[in-house]
Structure formats: structure tokens, C-alpha cells
């Protein structure tokens, strides 16, 4: 297999390795924008369980690049957040024919109906609910100026008003009008907060289903390509929304718990309290997020572009995501 | 004249098929499309059960909303309403305190209710809200 001696050959032109035999090579996720290969690998006799990820034919506008990706997941390592290990970045399409990198690969399941319908994962519920409080809190303790992470985008003039741009614009980019999605936005646009003063490294994506985890603990952190700069309490709104509760909706914090031990896991990591109306604020905003995705997700089967079951079911979430918006900006004098 | 069975009954039946019939022999790995093809039926099944969106109450909302004094015959009117409602929301004309807020909020809460009654109706009943 041509692929195989290509990763072996990169493995080999290496300083550090003498010897690299392949013993299992395969395609796990084709996603739309990545693909993931299970690699095992000895390396100077040493067996290694190891993931190779890379661009699939597609790539989506807004996400990072795989070297961006890499270096990420060495900051946040070397930050003690629970992410796969980074282990090597080519940059040289003359391997494999694209960036890709290698990753210590991690145990457990991602799958957010599975996770939130089984207590015992990640040791139990509220002991997952409170470490990824923590984990969340260890994200954020990278303020905005770090040279290594130069890339990431900085929202102007402001994490609120930069978004509230950015869905207008998608909106008018569409040729159907949405008006209770133009109605939440003006909500969120009268409502938004102060900006923060310290902008902080915001995960973007950190919600049930984008993390691993075993019956026993959780093993890895996921998805980073939409990371960036912004209000820590943006990416707390988005693992609360009631959308990402995978259908256990009253235990609001990711489907696993309650508010309470998350939230109390990261405000111990993080020494900072959490303001439960501004959360609220975010997670109207992170609802708007899912309809403004879900739709653009849509356009591309509509558009015949990509034709796709899968993305033309996921423009039909947006009613439910509307109806929540309605409901969660409902004001004290609405009937 | 076309004969009957006609689309509406045909997806149904072609669809409640699928799901007794098929279902249990589609491998784990399938599973997931292949609820994704029932969903999409039982959508469009419901579209023809409810033989559309009432679209004349919809335009008389909006037209009343808006302020016009009568409903246009443009072919389009739907459209052009909706847009001009859309962007009326985004210039704050229904913003709290406005005569036309709670009016504007009631009806954007009857048009998603009509359109979750036809692709998700558990969710109606703030019951199951995930994919």
C-alpha cells in the first residue's frame, strides 16, 4: 500500500527514529473535513497506537490548518489540558501528498447519545461533569498574546459584536429570510455584554460528542480547528446549550449533570466565577451559532453543490433551534 | 388524472415498510443512514399530510405586521414579505416597547411551531430536541 510506505519513509527520514514498521493502517472517519487513519506503529521497537490526521478533499472556510491544529494541541499538552499527545507535523506534501500530523491515539467513545445516557462514563457524571469544568478552566488560562498561537483570529471589535456580523452576513448571503433568526440577533445584539478584558484562548467546539472518554476517566479533548480568541464564557454557554444536551435536556450542563458541578470544577481551576445571566447570553448565542451552521450546512445540499441526506436533515434542526431562541429570549412583558 | 396510490400514501406505506421490514437487517454501521432515510420519509410525509403551511394566513399576518392596508398579488408575495419583515426585525421596528413587538413575537412563534409539527413534532413538546 503506497500510503503505508510513505509514512513509513517519513517516519525513517527522522532523526530520532532508527527503525519503523506499520502492523495496522486504516481509514476511521472520512469526515467532510478531516480524515483520521488508525496507525500502529513500532518505532525503534517500541509499539505505538497512533492517529494520522490530515485534510480530506474539502476544507471548510473558518478552520485551522493542520500545522495550526498540531501546534495547538502542543500548547494545550504542554498545558496539561487532557488532549492526545502530539507526536510528529510534516508540512511536505511529498509524503503522502498533504499536511498531516501524528498523534498518540486515546481510548473511549466521543458519541454524545451514548455518553449522556450512561452514567458510569468518565468515572460517573458529575465526576466528568466537574473534571471538564476543569479541563474547560485550563483551556481559558491562555490569555491572548502567546507568540505560538499568532493565528488564531481575534474578534473585532468585540467576541459578541464580531459574531453578531458574521451571522448577519450569513443571513444576507442566503436567498431565503430568516426572520426569527434576525430576531434573536437583534436580541443578542441589544444585550450584549461588556467586552472582556483579557481575551482568552476559547476552544469553540468544547461540548459533549467532541470529547473522549472511557467508563473509567476522560481521555482526550477533541476538535480544536475552531479555536480563537475570545470570551472564555462563550465556549461555557456552548457545552450548556440546550442543544448540545443530545436530548437530556434537564441535565443542562452537556446532558451529563447539573450546572452546579461544572460549573464548580471551573471556577476551582480557575479561580473565577461564573456569572449564571451571562452564561445565559451565550447560550442564546450558541444557539444561533448551531442555526447559522445548520443552515449554511443545508445551503450545500439545496445549492446541489454536495448532495447530502445527512446535511439536508441538518437544515431541518433549525426550527427546533429557533424555538429555543424564541423561548430563551423570551422578556418579562412577552405573552 | 393520476391513479391512486398517489405520492402521499406511497411514501408512508414505503416508509413503514422500510422500518419493519428492513430496518432489523441493516448492519450497525448502516443504521445511522438508514434512519436518516426514514426521518427524511416521515418528513415528507407529514408535508403532504398537512397538505402545506397555510401560506394565505401567512400572508395575512405579515401584510397586517407590516402596516400595508392590502395583500399584493405578486406571484412572490410570500418572499418579498418575509424579507421585508426580516429586515424590519433587524432595523429594530419590533424591538420591546414597540407597538408591533408582541404581535411580531406571537407569529414568529406560530411559523416555527407550524414547521416543527412537520420535521420534528416531539420537540414541539420541548420533548426530544437532538438530531
Same mark, same amino acid.
Given at each position: 500500500m503506497e500510503i503505508k510506505s510513505a509514512i513509513e519513509g517519513y517516519l525513517l527520514h527522522?532523526?530520532?527514529v532508527k527503525t519503523a514498521k506499520i502492523t495496522d493502517l486504516r481509514l476511521m472517519t472520512g469526515g467532510a473535513i478531516q480524515q483520521n487513519w488508525l496507525l500502529d506503529v513500532t518505532v525503534n521497537g517500541v509499539p505505538l497506537e497512533t492517529v494520522l490526521r490530515t485534510d480530506a478533499t474539502s476544507s471548510l472556510e473558518d478552520s485551522l490548518s493542520r500545522a495550526q491544529e498540531y501546534a495547538l494541541f502542543k500548547h494545550a499538552f504542554g498545558a496539561g489540558v487532557t488532549v492526545p499527545e502530539p507526536l510528529w507535523l510534516s508540512n511536505d506534501p511529498k509524503w503522502i501528498g498533504k499536511?498531516?500530523?501524528?498523534?498518540?491515539r486515546v481510548e473511549?467513545? #466521543? #458519541?454524545g447519545h451514548k455518553i449522556v445516557r450512561k452514567n458510569a462514563m468518565g468515572g460517573g457524571h458529575k465526576i466528568l461533569a466537574k473534571r471538564l469544568g476543569q479541563e474547560l478552566a485550563l483551556i481559558h488560562a491562555t490569555k491572548y498574546g502567546q507568540a505560538e498561537l499568532d493565528f488564531l483570529t481575534r474578534p473585532t471589535p468585540n467576541p459578541a459584536l464580531s459574531r453578531i456580523a458574521e451571522y448577519r452576513a450569513a443571513l444576507d448571503a442566503t436567498d431565503m429570510p430568516q426572520p426569527t433568526l434576525e430576531w434573536g440577533l437583534f436580541?443578542?445584539?441589544?444585550?450584549a455584554p461588556e467586552p472582556v478584558k483579557d481575551l482568552v484562548l476559547c476552544h469553540n467546539d468544547f461540548r459533549t460528542g467532541n470529547y473522549m472518554v472511557t467508563e473509567e476517566a476522560l481521555t482526550g479533548i477533541l476538535d480544536w480547528e475552531f479555536a480563537a480568541w475570545g470570551d472564555p464564557l462563550q465556549d461555557i454557554g456552548w457545552f450548556c446549550a440546550k442543544c448540545w444536551r443530545f436530548g437530556a435536556a434537564n441535565n443542562e450542563a452537556g446532558g451529563i449533570s447539573d450546572r452546579a458541578g461544572f460549573y464548580a470544577g471551573y471556577e476551582q481551576t480557575s479561580g473565577a466565577s461564573i456569572d449564571q445571566n451571562a452564561v445565559l447570553y451565550w447560550e442564546v448565542m450558541a444557539t444561533m451559532r448551531w442555526a447559522i451552521i445548520a443552515m449554511k450546512q443545508g445551503d450545500r445540499h439545496i445549492s446541489g453543490r454536495e448532495p447530502s441526506l445527512e446535511l439536508a436533515l441538518t437544515r431541518h434542526i433549525v426550527p427546533e433551534l429557533e424555538l429555543d431562541i424564541l423561548q430563551m429570549t423570551k422578556g418579562d412583558n412577552d405573552a | 388524472m393520476r391513479d391512486k396510490p398517489?405520492?402521499?400514501d406511497l411514501l408512508k406505506i414505503a416508509e413503514s415498510t422500510f422500518i419493519q421490514e428492513i430496518l432489523p437487517y441493516i448492519p450497525a454501521d448502516r443504521k445511522y443512514t438508514a434512519l436518516m432515510i426514514a426521518n427524511a420519509m416521515r418528513i415528507a410525509t407529514r408535508q403532504f399530510d398537512k397538505n402545506k403551511i397555510d401560506e394565505t394566513a401567512e400572508i395575512a399576518a405579515l401584510t *397586517? @405586521? @407590516?402596516g400595508y392596508l392590502d395583500v399584493s398579488d405578486d406571484p412572490d408575495t410570500l418572499l418579498t414579505l418575509n424579507k421585508q419583515f426580516a429586515a424590519a426585525i433587524r432595523a429594530g421596528a419590533f424591538a420591546p416597547g414597540t407597538a408591533g413587538h408582541s404581535k411580531a413575537r406571537q407569529h414568529l412563534l406560530s411559523c416555527v411551531q407550524n414547521r416543527l409539527a412537520e420535521v420534528?413534532? *416531539?420537540a414541539l413538546n420541548g420533548g426530544n430536541n437532538d438530531r
Open positions: 527522522l532523526d530520532e499536511p498531516f500530523f501524528i498523534m498518540r473511549g467513545t #466521543a #458519541a436580541w443578542l445584539e441589544q444585550n | 398517489q405520492a402521499d *397586517k @405586521l @407590516l420534528n413534532p *416531539k
